[in-house]
């Protein structure tokens, strides 16, 4: 079982960046593959970034496709979502997510571990 908590959430004005973390206990991370998801008050949980064992290929919902980046550091145990040119729509709490596949997957209740959140604010 793997352990996970988020980090780096704040307030931000549009256009500016954040950049989250999630950092994992109990097992290695480079046994999963990572995920960052968003619920935003009211609405449906919804998939924003995938990436794979190694790195080596990553998943993107196409609303923050070109504005985020996600990465990891499976030495420091670590997974990172970059997001830059924030907009108010971004506004939601951020989970990390680990899951067993060997792929990046979309849907959320595909993934067996997930952290507590982290909130993001954007002001317009």
């Known amino acids: 079982q793997v352990h996970l908590v988020e980090s780096g959430g704040g307030l931000v004005q549009a256009g500016g960046s954040l950049r989250l973390s999630c950092a994992a206990s109990?097992?290695?991370?480079?046994?999963?593959?990572m995920g960052w998801f968003r619920q935003a008050p009211g609405k449906e949980r919804e998939f924003v970034a995938a990436i794979t064992r190694s790195g080596g290929n990553t998943l993107y919902a196409d609303s923050v496709k070109g504005r985020f980046t996600i990465s990891r550091d499976n030495a420091k145990n670590t997974v990172n979502l970059q997001m830059n040119s924030l907009k108010p729509d971004d506004t939601a709490v951020y989970y990390c997510?680990?899951?067993?596949?060997?792929?990046?997957?979309?849907?959320?209740?595909?993934?067996?571990?997930w952290g507590q959140g982290t909130q993001v604010t954007v002001s317009s």
């Open positions: 997510a680990a899951d067993t596949s060997v792929v990046p997957r979309r849907s959320g209740t595909l993934y067996d571990y």
């Open positions: 109990g097992r290695t991370l480079s046994t999963y593959v």
